[in-house]
């Protein structure tokens, strides 16, 4: 079974832990693979995660997507982060 911590508003982690990682819903949806990640330079803070190679489901969920046309996942959605990124697509709508 996957090692999944649940995410806490204090709890702090290196963005580039995330890269590589699997994202999925929490009702089991594969997205893909976490390429990159996008954050505010003076505070730190993550602000999209970007996919590679999405899935049809993640194009479903209608994302932002960046200059070169990837899918950007809203960094606040992101509910787990272990094995695998777990994101909550109630909160992207």
């Known amino acids: 079974m996957p090692k999944i911590n649940?995410?806490?508003?204090?709890?702090?982690?290196?963005?580039?832990d995330i890269i590589g990682k699997t994202v999925v819903s929490k009702t089991g949806k594969k997205f893909r693979?976490?390429?990159d990640v996008i954050?505010?330079?003076r505070s730190g803070e993550l602000?999209?995660?970007?996919?590679?190679n999405p899935?049809?489901?993640?194009?479903?969920?209608?994302?932002?997507?960046d200059s070169e046309g990837n899918l950007l996942v809203p960094f606040s959605s992101v509910?787990?982060?272990?094995?695998l990124v777990v994101i909550s697509e109630e909160d992207i709508i």
């Open 6 to 16: 649940m995410m806490d508003e204090k709890e702090k982690f290196v963005a580039t």
């Open 47 to 52: 602000i999209h995660i970007v996919l590679t």
């Open 79 to 83: 509910i787990a982060v272990g094995d």
């Open 33 to 35: 693979t976490v390429c």
């Open 55 to 65: 899935t049809p489901s993640a194009f479903k969920l209608e994302l932002e997507k």
């Open 39 to 41: 954050f505010e330079t």
